[in-house]
């Protein structure tokens, strides 16, 4: 599967974005759809995942209760809505997919477990 991730910019803290992720060469009925993020000298984290299979979602502790993550069936798409911004977010913000991944609310996120990755898109929250 190909991925192809859009939608970051410049917003102030407090605002919100919304990010994208377009499938193709997939129908991505069974996959894991995760979102990363990678800031400048720190390490990638997860931040948020969804199982296509059945609809559960994950989300890193320092984005729950601001991000949310949903599947949009028939676009093949997957977006990421971030609300109440932070500087701390800013990051480049990548998406990633796995068709035998079940991404478990109990387990961190691991991004070697996905073997599909679109382009990064930048983030940056500054006033």
């Known amino acids: 599967v190909q991925l192809q991730a859009s939608g970051g910019g410049l917003v102030q803290p407090g605002g919100s974005l919304r990010l994208s992720c377009v499938a193709s060469g997939s129908t991505l009925r069974y996959h894991a759809i995760g979102w990363f993020r990678q800031a400048p000298g720190k390490e990638r984290e997860g931040v948020s995942c969804i199982n296509r299979s059945d609809g559960t979602t994950t989300y890193a502790d320092s984005v729950k209760g601001r991000f949310t993550i949903t599947s949009d069936n028939v676009k093949k798409t997957v977006y990421l809505q971030m609300n109440s911004l932070k500087p701390e977010d800013t990051a480049v913000y990548y998406c990633?997919?796995?068709?035998?991944?079940?991404?478990?609310?109990?387990?961190?996120?691991?991004?070697?477990?996905?073997?599909?990755w679109g382009q990064g898109t930048q983030v940056t929250v500054s006033s």
């Open positions: 990633a997919a796995d068709p035998d991944l079940y991404c478990d609310v109990d387990s961190q996120m691991i991004g070697r477990d996905f073997t599909s």
